[in-house]
């Protein structure tokens, strides 16, 4: 788990939008960021710039909210015919149908790049619709990249200019931008891996999805234009258009345009409305929750945690402030249900194979007695018992129920089914109870019944034969975070899931795609396997990234000295027999070199600050070497 190393906060009452906010609050432990000025980059919270951006070219006449994106980019494609029914505001409300973020090198450490930029549209052109445009909400990073690009061709500006000239000057934001033109190492908060040793700053270069760099006494400042009368950026209608849930569905996502929740039910019940927007990068973490109405702005930046844990920051700092308006708002406990010990028979036949955000599932109803549902995706089955109430739903239970000491969980979660569509799904009703750190409420979809897929012998021999084959990450560019994050996938195929390879469906012996169509299903990926000059690759194309087979990867020589380098092309080899040793790199720039055990945790980076340059090599383990054409690395064992 990562540990919070530090949160920067700032509190914005009834003020002005060119007033500064009150001083921000800071709980840390490094004299680098005792400052009100340290930076870091608010990720998803960067989505409002892009929003906050083209309504106001809406404001202006030059953008209709619901016409089609190809009235703006006529060179926008899709290999699915139903992209031309994409408009401007399903990008805005993620309802979009595009899979969800083309990540490629779009997360980098301690550094800039144009081609995530460059590239997009091109990347799009191959890529299909997960759903009808349209149809429902669920999270899309290149929707906003899309937004950005609107900006620029509508404006004729880049999209760092247009937003310093638009927002960030008017509203007196003298260090918020994008890495373009607020690059500055020396102000940005300190970043750290889970064993707290210090890494080089992460940047997005998605800039409309992710990219923007703020402080959080600026972010709180920005939030304020959204107050009531304030129409420094935008008009009152563009704001009421955004601060409005464009869903009637309460489990599906509530966003506004932009803005994630349009309304939090504790606040709505005490005659609140409450706009949000969290976001995250690897190490980076924001959130922006504004009272309109009550004219309270509150912003939120830590470096580790989450967003999450700064929206109930937020959130209690808007309860304190809401206090003394005289506004008091309940955050009641959730209500410990009455259980049965029979799942009535309308339920059995529910026992299937359904698809999650996070994997594969079986449901089962053992005896009749109970709910089970197990995650059979990892590389270990995990189970979550469930017992059936008498409100006619599911509630989660901790310890087995079969040993008769089973009790209902604390942080309650209770399940039901429902129909969309003509599809099964099983609906999410969740509590977490953080103490001092708040209450956590959510409704959501949890999981879609999964079509068993009509799948050839050959096919399915093809990929149980790859089946607990791991593969590495090749195609990406020497800075790309994943190499931190995901350096590697595993192949998982299942003798009680026929049909399905992790959590897609085979399609043929090389063609495995996304089954699921599910309101809050996000970041769904396509894959490919092939073969080039006898190697089996992995392909995501529409995350552009590649991945090598464990099995072509070397062992690390005893004699070699020097690693020539290419770009986009990792140089990967297993540690073997010089496990133990410790060897001395002589890195380049443009260049970088990771290190990771038999579990495929990373214990060295060329991005970890201050390490030096002797690298011990875990026993199991492997190295990669990554940088660009005619680089090299040199190696002293």
């Known amino acids: 788990m990562k540990k919070i190393i530090g949160i920067l906060a700032a509190v914005l009452l009834a003020a002005p939008a060119a007033a500064l906010p009150a001083a921000a609050a800071e709980t840390n432990t490094d004299p680098a960021y005792e400052t009100r000025e340290t930076l870091s980059c608010i990720g998803s919270v960067s989505k409002m710039f892009a929003t906050t951006a083209v309504m106001q070219l809406v404001d202006a006449g030059k953008v209709e909210l619901d016409a089609p994106v190809t009235e703006y980019l006529p060179e926008f494609r899709m290999a699915d015919p139903r992209y031309k029914d994409i408009t401007v505001r399903m990008l805005m409300n993620h309802s979009s ?39 429902f909400g669920a999270y899309c990073n290149d ?86 009368d304030d129409t420094t950026l935008l008009s009152e209608a563009s704001k009421q258009e955004m601060a409005t849930a464009q869903t009637d569905d309460k489990y599906e996502d ?24 969290g976001g995250d990068v690897m190490a980076q973490h924001a959130a922006l929750v504004v009272a309109p109405e009550e004219e309270i702005s509150v912003a939120v930046l830590t470096s580790g945690g ?10 209690s700092l808007i309860d304190i402030a809401l206090d003394e308006k005289g506004i008091t708002v309940d955050h009641p406990d959730a209500v410990p249900m009455e259980t049965l010990d029979t799942v009535p028979e309308k339920y059995l036949d529910y026992a299937d194979i359904y698809i999650g955000g996070s994997g594969l599932y079986q449901v089962s109803f053992p005896d009749a007695k109970y709910m089970e549902i197990t ?38 979660t209770l399940l039901h089914f429902g129909k969309r569509g003509g599809k099964d799904y099983i609906l999410a009703d969740s509590f977490m109870n ?5 209450k956590y409420r959510s409704k959501s979809y949890s999981m879609q019944r999964a079509d068993h897929p009509d799948v050839s012998a050959d096919a399915q021999a093809a990929w149980d034969a790859r089946n607990g084959k791991k593969y590495y990450l090749w195609s990406a560019k020497y800075s790309n975070c994943y190499y931190a994050e995901m350096p590697c996938t595993k192949v998982h195929t299942y003798a009680e899931a026929p049909g399905f390879v992790n959590d897609l469906t085979i399609v043929d012996a090389d063609h495995a795609q996304s089954a699921l169509c599910m309101p809050g299903g996000r970041d769904l990926r396509d894959g490919r396997a092939y073969r080039d000059d006898g190697i089996e690759y992995l392909e995501f194309p529409n995350l552009a990234m590649t991945f090598i087979s464990e099995e072509a990867i070397p062992v690390l020589p005893d004699s070699l000295t020097e690693v020539e380098l290419h770009t986009k092309q990792a140089t990967w080899y297993r540690i073997g027999e010089a496990a133990g040793k410790t060897i001395r790199l002589e890195i380049p720039e443009h260049a970088a ?21 002797a690298v011990p090599l875990p ?19």
């Open 593 to 613: 070199v990771y290190v990771y055990d038999a579990y495929d945790r990373m214990t060295y980076s060329s991005y970890m600050l201050d390490y030096g340059n």
């Open 375 to 412: 995650c059979i995706s990892g590389d270990r089955p995990e189970t979550t018992q469930y017992l059936y109430t008498t409100e006619d739903n599911f509630v989660e239970m901790d310890g087995r129920i079969e040993s008769g000491k089973a009790v209902q969980a604390p942080n309650q």
């Open 97 to 135: 149908g595009i899979m969800g973020t083309t990540a490629g090198d779009f997360m980098l450490f301690d550094d800039r790049d144009t081609k995530p930029h460059d590239t997009m549209l091109a990347e799009l052109r191959t890529q299909r619709l997960k759903a009808d445009p349209g149809d």
């Open 434 to 438: 953080l103490g001092r750190s708040g």
């Open 254 to 277: 509530g966003f506004g345009l932009g803005w994630d929740m349009v309304g939090i039910e504790d606040y709505d019940n005490a005659g609140v409305q409450i706009v949000s927007k």
């Open 143 to 228: 929707g906003f990249e899309i937004l950005e690009l609107i900006t620029e061709r509508v404006s004729g500006q880049s999209f760092t200019d247009y937003i310093e000239e638009h927002i960030t000057k008017p509203l007196g934001m003298g260090q918020t931008g994008t890495p373009w033109n607020a690059f500055r190492a020396a102000e940005q908060v300190p970043t750290f891996t889970g064993s707290n040793i210090r890494m080089a700053a992460d940047y997005c270069m998605d800039l409309g999805s992710g990219g923007i760099l703020s402080t959080a006494p600026e972010l709180c400042r920005f939030g304020s234009s959204f107050f009531r």
């Open 306 to 315: 989450s967003s999450m844990f700064g929206d109930l920051m937020a959130l």
């Open 619 to 637: 026993e199991g383990g492997k190295i990669v070497f990554l940088g660009e054409d005619g680089g090299t690395v040199t190696i002293t064992q």
